[in-house]
């Protein structure tokens, strides 16, 4: 007759230390530690757990339960005080530069006037599934899964989107099935409204990383948007400049249309440390709109990119809640 510690020890040949059993009778009851495995990778281990179970003398029937540890995972908030500013652009290199330096991460897209991560990590055409009620982050060519408001309308719906809708959407994102990932990246609409509110009072960022462009008009929003983040106690993990200093592709040239060193200056006046300057490039324009994140490139745009995301990981690094 086949004992526990002699079943545990055969599981343990497909499970590693994840699965414990009992046996009562013929009937083995097996439960399975699937902390950090995303969903496909949390059926297969159950199924291979069952077919070791059920090749076993004397089993007949196996049971399986699930347990998970929750991993703690911390949120990366990506604001700025008005649109058009780059943050998107911002949030998606920042995560996929993140990934490179060995963090597991997830994108959240709730930017509800412009859903834009699908496009810019070119997934299109990929809806998520649910699995009882739970979304499923959609995977992407750079290693950073993904969700996105824009997937949960029909594309080119606009929807009014109230309180308790954007509450309830950003929720389902949030909390959707992000396996391992520890960091999750959330791209915010511009400004301060709902879901601002709703992110900073049911999900509490670890921090947030205010994106604005050099020039006056852009750094006023962006304040507010930093005062929004202070005020909540949310830690404000730095400012980046983007759009500043345009070469120009002709003569070279280096110019500054928006203005230059308006948002460092910003940041040393609040007291908020500054996570670095991103070029106004037409590569950087060029490589987003086509769905190849400039930062997952090897073009000299992606630097600026790599060095703002050191930045952020040191600062997760330091261990800030
Ligand atoms: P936001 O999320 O603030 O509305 P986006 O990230 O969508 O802004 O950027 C707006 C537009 O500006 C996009 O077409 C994007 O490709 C472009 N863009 C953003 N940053 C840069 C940059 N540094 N150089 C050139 N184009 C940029």
Redo the contacts with the bound molecule.
């Keep these: 007759m086949t004992d526990a510690p002699t079943l545990t020890a055969t599981l343990a040949l497909v499970a590693g230390s994840r699965a414990t059993a009992r046996i009562e009778g013929g009937r083995a009851s097996i439960i399975l530690d699937v902390t950090g495995l995303d969903a496909a990778a949390r059926e297969a281990l159950e199924a291979q757990v069952i077919e070791a179970a059920r090749g076993v003398a004397g089993i007949e029937t196996v049971r399986v339960a699930q347990t998970s540890q929750r991993t703690r995972r911390r949120l990366i908030a990506v604001a ?1 005080g ?11 290199n920042l995560a996929i530069a993140l990934h490179q330096l060995g963090r597991s991460v997830g994108l959240v897209d709730a ?1 509800i006037y ?1 859903p ?1 991560q699908p496009k ?1 990590l070119g997934v299109e055409n990929t809806r998520p599934q649910a699995k009882d009620k739970v979304l499923q982050p959609v995977p992407t060519p750079f290693g950073v899964p993904l969700l996105s408001m824009g997937q949960l309308v029909a594309p080119d719906q606009a929807i009014a989107w109230r309180g308790p809708m954007v509450s309830g959407a950003l929720g389902q994102l949030v909390d959707a099935d992000w396996g391992a990932a520890d960091t999750l990246v959330l ?1 915010l609409p ?1 400004g301060t409204g709902d879901v601002q509110l709703t992110m900073i009072q049911k999900h509490r960022p670890a921090g947030a990383v205010i ?1 604005s462009t050099p020039q006056d008009l852009a750094l006023i929003d962006a304040r507010r948007a930093i005062d929004l983040f202070a005020k909540a106690g949310v830690p404000v993990i730095g400012v980046v400049e ?3 200093g345009y070469l120009c592709p002709h003569c070279g040239e280096v110019s500054d249309p928006f203005g230059r060193g308006g948002a460092e200056a910003a940041a040393n006046d609040l007291g908020v440390p500054f996570l670095g300057r ?8 060029a490589a ?2 086509a769905g190849a994140p400039p930062v997952a490139g090897n073009g000299p ?1 992606a630097a ?1 990119f790599t060095a703002m995301a050191g930045r952020v990981a040191d600062w997760l690094d330091q261990g800030a809640e």
């Design positions: 700025s008005k649109g058009g500013v780059g943050k998107s652009t911002v949030a998606a930017d412009g834009s810019l791209d511009p994106v983007n759009m500043a991103v070029p106004l490039d037409v590569a950087i324009r987003s709109d745009e600026a």
